[in-house]
């Protein structure tokens, strides 16, 4: 079975700055893809960004950029100069086939 | 079309009632997704449909839980005699067959409350 693990329930960054969410994830397929998800207080979750595991390079979303390293596993999403309004959960998330897999979240709070 | 769309946004329920939710996908999405999620916790996968027929489900659908999506469009997911361990948010999300893999679309989900 294919798990995703978010190791960090919470973190906080200033405002302006650039935080690093970790993510790391278990599979013995060698196709899939990876997301991180964002889901605001009582908002619905939305995609920031999405990997694929056959291209070495990492996926780069305006502000939101990823570290995918394949072979140890892990798939990190780095945030710069953040704002606000990126505070809210954040869910890693992993699909091989038909059903999209959800690490446990990090809280991100972001201070003025 | 505006997105996946899910009703109602709360239900506030006794224990032992039985629910119903509904979701709209996208229209032109084939399939459809039920995921719950618990407070502070991720989205567990529920079940999936491929316009009106159930693919796939989880073990965590227990015999309480049915769900259908009888024309391939809208879903309806019922809880009978419900817990207090069915309280969560249920999640609903769309794609198209073949493009999973570009992600789903959420709806913003029913939050249920069994008290």
């Known amino acids: 079975a294919q798990t995703v693990t978010q190791s960090q329930p919470e973190m906080s960054v200033q405002e302006a700055e650039t935080v690093t969410l970790s993510c790391t994830y278990d599979t013995s397929e060698s196709d899939y893809y990876l997301f991180w998800y964002k889901q605001p207080p009582s908002r619905q979750m939305i995609l920031v960004i999405r990997?694929?595991?056959?291209?070495?390079q990492n996926a780069t979303e305006n502000r939101f950029s990823v570290n995918f390293q394949k072979a140890a596993k892990s798939f990190s999403l780095k945030i710069s100069d953040s704002q606000l309004g990126d505070a809210a959960m954040y869910f890693c998330a992993y699909i091989a086939g038909n059903m999209l897999t959800f690490g446990g979240g990090t809280r991100l709070m972001v201070k003025p | 079309d505006t997105g996946v769309s899910q009703d109602p946004r709360h239900k506030i329920t006794k224990r032992g009632q039985n629910v119903t939710f509904r979701c709209d996908p996208i229209s032109e999405h084939n399939r459809l997704y039920w995921y719950r999620q618990t407070l502070g916790q991720g989205p567990e996968f529920l079940t999936y449909?491929?316009?009106?027929?159930?693919?796939?489900k989880s073990r965590l659908l227990s015999d309480r839980f049915s769900a259908e999506r009888p024309k391939g469009s809208f879903s309806t997911l019922e809880i009978q005699r419900t817990e207090q361990g069915d309280s969560a948010m249920y999640l609903c999300a769309s794609s198209l067959a073949g493009q999973a893999s570009y992600g789903y679309t959420f709806g913003s989900g029913t939050r249920l409350t069994v008290v």
């Open positions: 449909f491929q316009n009106e027929a159930q693919l796939e």
């Open positions: 990997q694929e595991a056959y291209k070495q």
